[in-house]
């Protein structure tokens, strides 16, 4: 066995302390963010004070679902172990669920948001800053959770400031740390003044 240690990057999700699952007998649809039947999410957005990123291991299985019920079947595990009939063991779920075992089924794919809460790294290889944040960034991709000025930088701070072309040059260091702390933690500015998203301070 190789010694290299082998680590699940995460998905990152807002996330309230909340969320949603899939309860058996329930009707069921293709998510269209991820393509799948979603049987557990969390809930929260951008725009929920309440919510923050936070790391989720996301998983698909192979479940079989009732076509023209449009819900998933609870398979029979005691005969699906014993025989490793996997028609036998939906039809006989369906008969458990208190439909007829002639429902015609097929197979999709469903997904679930699960927590990450063992097997976690040690200390000693925890995660830099600059992984999630900063241009060079590879672990979270904050663009894609919403993070994003909601115009050109000009347009931006011209709402407030006199545009200064310097500004606006690439060779011009920002320190962004300071930059935001001035205006959300002094100037406690909702985040709406730059961004497309409000998540305004409480006073």
Same mark, same amino acid.
């Given at each position: 066995m190789?010694s290299a240690s082998?680590f699940?990057c995460?998905v990152? @999700?807002f996330?309230?302390?909340?969320s949603?699952g899939y309860a058996?007998g329930? #009707?069921?649809?293709i998510?269209?963010m991820?393509?799948?039947?979603?049987?557990?999410?969390?809930?929260?957005? /951008?725009?929920d004070? $309440?919510?923050?990123p936070?790391?989720?291991?996301? +998983?698909? $299985? $192979?479940q079989?679902? *009732?076509t &023209?019920?449009?819900?998933l /079947?609870a398979?029979?595990?005691? /005969?699906?172990f &014993?025989t490793?009939?996997?028609? *036998?063991a939906?039809?006989?779920?369906l008969l458990?669920m208190?439909?007829?075992s002639?429902e %015609?089924? %097929?197979?999709?794919? #469903?997904a679930?948001?699960?927590? /990450?809460t063992?097997?976690?790294?040690?200390s000693?290889? &925890?995660l830099?800053?600059t992984q999630c944040?900063? %241009? %060079? $960034?590879?672990?979270?991709?904050? +663009?894609?959770?919403?993070y994003?000025i909601k115009?050109? @930088?000009?347009?931006?701070c011209?709402?407030?400031h006199?545009?200064?072309g310097?500004? *606006?040059r690439?060779?011009? *260091?920002v320190?962004f740390?300071k930059?935001?702390k001035?205006?959300v933690t002094? +100037?406690?500015y909702?985040? &709406?003044?730059?961004?497309g998203f409000?998540r305004?301070?409480a006073?």
């Open positions: 190789s082998h699940l995460p990152y @999700r996330w309230n302390r909340f949603e058996l329930d #009707t069921t649809y998510d269209s991820t393509g799948y039947y979603l049987t557990s999410q969390p809930v929260g957005g /951008i725009n004070p $309440a919510s923050k936070y790391p989720f291991k996301f +998983k698909t $299985a $192979a079989p679902l *009732a &023209a019920l449009s819900r /079947i398979l029979d595990t005691s /005969i699906y &014993a490793g009939n996997y028609d *036998a939906v039809r006989q779920g458990n208190g439909f007829s002639s %015609s089924y %097929s197979t999709v794919t #469903t679930e948001y699960q927590l /990450i063992h097997e976690m790294r040690p000693s290889r &925890a830099s800053c944040h900063g %241009s %060079s $960034a590879t672990q979270m991709n904050l +663009k894609e959770l919403g994003i115009d050109s @930088r000009q347009v931006v011209s709402q407030c006199k545009w200064n310097e500004w *606006a690439k060779d011009v *260091a320190d740390n930059l935001h001035l205006h002094e +100037k406690r909702d985040c &709406a003044a730059c961004h409000s305004k301070t006073s």
